[in-house]
């Protein structure tokens, strides 16, 4: 369901695609936040540019251009070649421009889904990464990135507070900037009959230059897979803190698609502590067509009231939600559909549509 087309110059190799899957979704379920009557405001897709041999010495170019219907993403990253058994280093430039729904959007329609309240964020930030070499279970990568985010409005201007007043940013101003370090590290263990896979990140907000933010950001998730005769459980569990400075846009933002179905995008709650849970048994039904039921709950622990400025409080955001239902997968060569149907405790339905390339749930 896309269009893709490769261009050769010279050793340089160009990939440009149109996601029709992802244009058709976004145009169906999530109009655009900014009203405008350019045609090129609804042209949904990647362009991507890799280059092998930059200086002769098989230096890596990437650049990446992602482009949606309210957010775009672009990505510089230039990799120096190094022997397998040493750390590969990249040093990575990149700007996005997302609406942040998640923490500053309201609740509507009972809490399945998220409004926007004009707040956008623009990130720059650039850095170096640092990937050591993946033993058979584990996979580790560390980054040192300095970072610079400024809400901006639908019209592109920079603002510094939100409609009630209240400050976007942690130093009050129009942007702030910060120094982090970023370690995160994997494992995984897959066979035939079970699964688990770990993930835990780190940030350290670094003082090194004046008024940057200090901080620690930590977040981990376990999830543990077990076949049970022909059908399959999965069940995860999710949990994060951030002490120090913070921004509201850096806390935890519960509810959505991954998190607790059946809720917008952050409309459970945000805060300084996080924990979500997720349980999901799959039943096979016919050849390539499999049914689902899901239980997904999460909790910011009562720490809401810690964000600067109250955001999800004032949003009247409950802190706590549950969310369940079930869903059918569609396993194609392209990869698996999937459709689910979840309920939230305000017995509101939201259906769900995704595409995963992976084959995989």
Not at 104 to 122: C, E, M, Q, V, Y
Not at 153 to 163: F, V
Not at 283 to 292: A, D, T, W, Y
Request: hydrophobic letters at 35%.
């Amino acid at each position: 369901m896309g269009a893709q087309q490769s261009v050769n110059a010279g050793k340089a190799k160009v990939d440009m695609q149109v996601d029709l899957t992802h244009m058709l979704c976004e145009v169906l379920l999530l109009p655009p936040l900014r009203s405008s009557g350019v045609t090129l405001s609804q042209i949904v897709g990647r362009i991507s540019l890799k280059h092998p041999n930059l200086f002769g010495r098989s230096e890596k170019l990437d650049v990446i251009l992602d482009k949606g219907i309210n957010d775009s993403n672009v990505v510089v990253a230039y990799r120096r070649p190094r022997p397998e058994w040493l750390s590969q280093q990249s040093f990575v430039v990149q700007h996005s421009m997302t609406p942040e729904v998640a923490v500053h959007g309201f609740p509507a329609d009972n809490f399945t889904r998220s409004g926007s309240r004009g707040i956008n964020l623009s990130r720059l930030s650039f850095g170096l990464e640092l990937n050591e070499p993946a033993t058979s279970n584990w996979t580790s990568g560390t980054s040192v990135k300095f970072e610079h985010i400024c809400p901006v409005n639908n019209q592109g201007h920079s603002i510094a507070r939100d409609q009630d007043g209240f400050p976007l940013t942690c130093s009050g101003n129009l942007h702030d900037n910060m120094i982090i370090l970023k370690q995160e590290s994997g494992y995984a263990d897959v066979n035939d009959n079970s699964f688990l896979k770990v993930n835990f990140q780190m940030e350290q907000g670094l003082p090194l230059v004046p008024k940057s933010l200090t901080f620690n950001r930590v977040k981990c998730a376990v999830s543990k897979g077990i076949k049970l005769g022909p059908t399959f459980l999965v069940t995860s569990l999710t949990g994060g803190s951030i002490v120090g400075d913070m921004a509201p846009y850096q806390a935890f933002a519960i509810g959505g698609l991954g998190s607790v179905r059946g809720y917008g995008e952050g409309a459970v709650g945000s805060g300084r502590l996080c924990l979500i849970a997720n349980c999901e048994y799959t039943i096979p039904l016919v050849k390539h067509l499999e049914g689902s039921i899901f239980l997904d709950c999460g909790s910011d622990l009562g720490s809401a009231r810690h964000v600067p400025g109250n955001p999800a409080l004032r949003q009247g955001k409950p802190g706590f939600g549950i969310g369940f239902g079930y869903g059918l997968h569609f396993n194609t060569d392209l990869g698996q559909i999937r459709v689910d149907y979840a309920m939230n405790a305000f017995n509101r339905k939201t259906i769900y549509f995704g595409i995963n390339s992976s084959g995989g749930s």
